[in-house]
């Protein structure tokens, strides 16, 4: 018998803040399990802006967006998309400007969460993980489809040796029905993923 109740347990395990779960977001030496929802995932490119005249945010931090795009963008394509609130961030070194990075991001049921999430990454590791083993997953005869399985997201290590693995196993006895409800309630609220695209709620069709 467990030491802590169901609800106990999903208290205390690693979780995405809000509705989104990213690879950096798992604490070190842990690891988070979650169900596919949706079998391709939306690609996209993002760079990260920062207010022009340096406002704050409530925790003394520049305040910052991401810009999206659908396909990869010229220096020239970022700079139409500024405006006069915003220009590009900095890289990680401060020493020029931010980077696009390739991202993807797909619908999940977070196992720890119990509830339906948005698998975010920019990791290059992490994305071939998943593109290795999903395309094993169609290959062998072990699962149907690509949503049969869990997937087990796993971090170890800190800073710049940090690395990530990708893995599946059975689905998580007696939670098909949990899925199934959490992930049709989330599509009559309005899901769409391609609103991210724009900044927009993809949970539902009210603006952040």
Do not use: C
Not at 19 to 40: D, H, K
Not at 162 to 172: C, I, L, N, Q
């Amino acid at each position: 018998m467990p030491f802590l109740s169901k609800e106990g347990s999903a208290a205390i395990a690693p979780r995405a803040t809000g509705g989104y779960l990213n690879p950096g977001s798992v604490p070190t030496g842990s690891s988070v399990r979650f169900a596919l929802l949706q079998t391709t995932p939306l690609e996209y490119h993002e760079v990260w802006l920062q207010d022009s005249e340096g406002k704050l945010n409530d925790n003394g931090k520049v305040i910052k967006k991401p810009l999206r795009f659908a396909f990869p963008p010229t220096d020239e394509d970022i700079e139409a998309e500024l405006g006069t609130q915003w220009i590009r961030g900095l890289n990680f070194n401060g020493d020029g400007p931010a980077p696009v990075k390739f991202n993807i991001a797909v619908a999940i049921y977070n196992h720890d969460a119990q509830a339906v999430q948005i698998f975010a990454s920019d990791k290059p590791s992490v994305n071939r993980d998943l593109d290795k083993e999903t395309q094993l997953v169609e290959k062998e005869d072990d699962y149907d489809t690509v949503l049969s399985p869990d997937w087990i997201l796993s971090k170890e290590g800190v800073g710049l040796s940090t690395e990530y693995s990708v893995r599946t196993a059975p689905r998580k006895k007696g939670t098909d029905k949990d899925i199934s409800e959490a992930w049709e309630a989330a599509q009559e609220a309005g899901f769409d993923i391609e609103r991210l695209l724009t900044n927009g709620n993809p949970f539902s069709e009210e603006k952040k």
